[in-house]
């Protein structure tokens, strides 16, 4: 019998298994199997808590803190497990087309400023200085040199080789049923093939956990679809990654320059359509009109997991044994190092590195 079962294989659910096997504890992961039906196989791998958020809460603090992580964590997956996950520190360029949004531009980096993040604004010229393949008429930009990027693939490839390593099992084909409990103790889970004992829990299987039965309190999420897509650039165009609107461009190293996204209520569809990709493309032209001759290289789909605030769901559930890391919605590669950290602690019986009231899992209870 495992000390712990982890429900979902995607880049939550492993983060969480590795560091958890580091303390020593046995521990099971149970997914599925498929690994292009996970939301962190379909990522962007924008690590960018700055740009991501638009006050300086609870979410922003927690995004910071994970941030702060990333380098020495990917840099331990990359040892222990001989794959290296791409980890880039180039920084970020957010750049604005009208009056209005770089005033709201401006608004953010002077809050982000007080709370101690660097980042220097810019003019049309400074833009085009940074960015000579930039040909969209801007009115200027931010750049924030401390936000980063990792590739989502590669990362989850990292991730499963260090689970194996730290000597964590890993169940292919395992879709998880029903939570079992017993006098309010977790005992294990119920899958489509048979029950398996534990007295350890963690839920961390994206936007279909809310189908898992026997969860207390339930757990409440909806899909936000992404379409996103990449183009083989000849030669490198950007050299950091770069935000404007509601789109953004990452330039990987190999040339896969990704374009994302769509941010669609589908309900579970994922359907790469005319109108999402037309979208995209369309974008990726009025960035930088060099694209226009690009390779199309892949186009695909995932599932953000958004609760109703946002914010992901952290923390001990209504039943003892059983923990909730769901619900990442636009941010779950940025938030790995630090939902691991949590999760960990809690198992621990240690005290969480940042408060959780914010995330609790029963807060949308009434
Ligand atoms: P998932 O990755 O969805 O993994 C859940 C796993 O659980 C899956 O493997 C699934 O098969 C399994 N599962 C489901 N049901 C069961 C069951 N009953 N039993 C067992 N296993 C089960 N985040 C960033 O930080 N930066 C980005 O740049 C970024 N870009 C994105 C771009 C797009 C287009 C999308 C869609 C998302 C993006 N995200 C980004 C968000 C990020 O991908 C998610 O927040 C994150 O992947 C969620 O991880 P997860 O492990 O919780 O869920
Ligand atoms: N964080 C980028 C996205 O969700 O598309």
Redesign the pocket.
């Known amino acids: 019998m495992p000390d712990v079962i982890v429900v979902g294989g995607g880049v939550v659910g492993l983060s969480i298994a590795q560091a958890v096997a580091a303390k020593g504890r046995s521990v099971t992961v149970l997914d599925p199997g498929d690994p292009t039906s996970a939301a962190s196989w379909a990522?962007?791998g924008?690590l960018?808590p700055l740009s991501?958020s638009e006050r300086p809460d609870a979410f922003f603090e927690l995004c910071a803190a994970s941030l702060r992580l990333y380098r020495l964590w990917a840099g331990r997956l990359q040892t222990q497990s001989g794959l290296d996950p791409e980890y880039d520190e180039s920084g970020l360029l957010c750049v604005a087309t009208s009056k209005q949004s770089l005033n709201a531009l401006k608004k953010r980096m002077a809050w982000q400023h007080d709370a101690g993040f660097s980042s220097e604004f810019l003019t049309p010229e400074d833009v085009q200085r940074l960015e000579p393949n930039l040909t969209l008429e801007v009115t200027g930009g931010v750049h924030t040199p401390g936000e980063f990027q990792v590739r989502p693939r590669r990362l989850l490839e990292a991730l499963k080789a260090a689970c194996v390593a730290s000597g964590v099992e890993v169940q292919a084909g395992q879709r998880v049923r029903a939570v079992l409990h017993e006098n309010e103790q977790v005992s294990g889970v119920e899958t489509e093939t048979g029950n398996i004992s534990g007295e350890c829990v963690v839920i961390a299987s994206g936007v279909r956990s809310t189908e898992i039965l026997g969860l207390r309190p339930r757990l409440r999420m909806k899909a936000r679809k992404?379409q996103?897509l990449s183009l083989t650039a000849p030669m490198p165009l950007f050299r950091r990654l770069i935000r404007w609107e509601h789109s953004?461009m990452v330039q990987r190293k190999d040339g896969e320059l990704v374009v994302?996204?769509t941010?669609e209520d589908a309900g579970m569809d994922r359907n790469i359509t005319p109108a999402g990709i037309g979208e995209l493309l369309a974008r990726a032209q009025e960035i930088s009109s060099h694209t226009a001759s690009f390779a199309i290289r892949e186009m695909w789909t995932g599932l953000?997991p958004a609760t109703a605030d946002g914010l992901p769901v952290l923390g001990h559930a209504g039943i003892r044994g059983l923990i909730y890391a769901a619900g990442h919605?636009?941010?779950g590669i940025l938030l790995a190092p630090i939902t691991a950290s949590i999760v960990t602690a809690l198992i621990e019986g240690e005290a969480p590195p940042v408060a959780l009231e914010p995330f609790a899992p029963d807060r949308f209870e009434v």
């Open positions: 990522a962007a924008m960018a991501e992404g996103i953004y994302g996204a941010n953000r919605y636009r941010n």
